[in-house]
């Protein structure tokens, strides 16, 4: 559990930043599965940022930890940066893209697909929907994580 621990602390630090900074972005993958219960343990943090804020979140997240270079994705995300930051590793994605059987799925955080504010500590933490995520696992071919958001969101 410390691990667990660690990250929520991360993510309430990087959540600091942002919000202090006024980024647009959300929580998303298995981080918030977890926080809505689906799972009961995670890797990283990923990170659904704006286009337009990815230069500052490089920024940010840079001065907090080391950027790594990117290795090459399956996915056509316009920005897709990997940091690791107090040995926690951070994706973070802006314009994220899924190429599923051939066809570009345009997956870019939008602010209508922020459907709630978790509090966290002292700070705020906007959430995508679990639905959004069970079509996006879907569209990776990740039926196994679909499958549970499915069967949770009954």
Request: aromatic share 8%; with cysteine; net charge negative.
């Amino acid at each position: 559990m410390p691990e667990i621990r660690k990250k929520i602390e991360l993510l309430q630090k990087i959540a600091h930043r942002f919000n202090e900074a006024n980024i647009e972005w959300a929580l998303g993958a298995s981080m918030l599965l977890y926080f809505k219960g689906i799972i009961s343990e995670f890797h990283d943090i990923d990170l659904m940022v704006s286009v337009h804020d990815a230069e500052q979140v490089r920024t940010i997240l840079s001065e907090m930890g080391e950027l790594h270079a990117p290795a090459s994705a399956s996915y056509r995300t316009k920005v897709f940066m990997e940091f690791t930051i107090d040995s926690v590793d951070i994706d973070v994605m802006a314009g994220f893209s899924i190429v599923s059987e051939g066809k570009v799925y345009d997956c870019s955080l939008d602010k209508e697909q922020i459907v709630e504010r978790m509090t966290l500590g002292t700070e705020i933490v906007p959430l995508q929907s679990l639905r959004l995520w069970c079509k996006y696992y879907r569209l990776m071919g990740r039926n196994k994580k679909a499958d549970m958001i499915e069967n949770n969101c009954k």
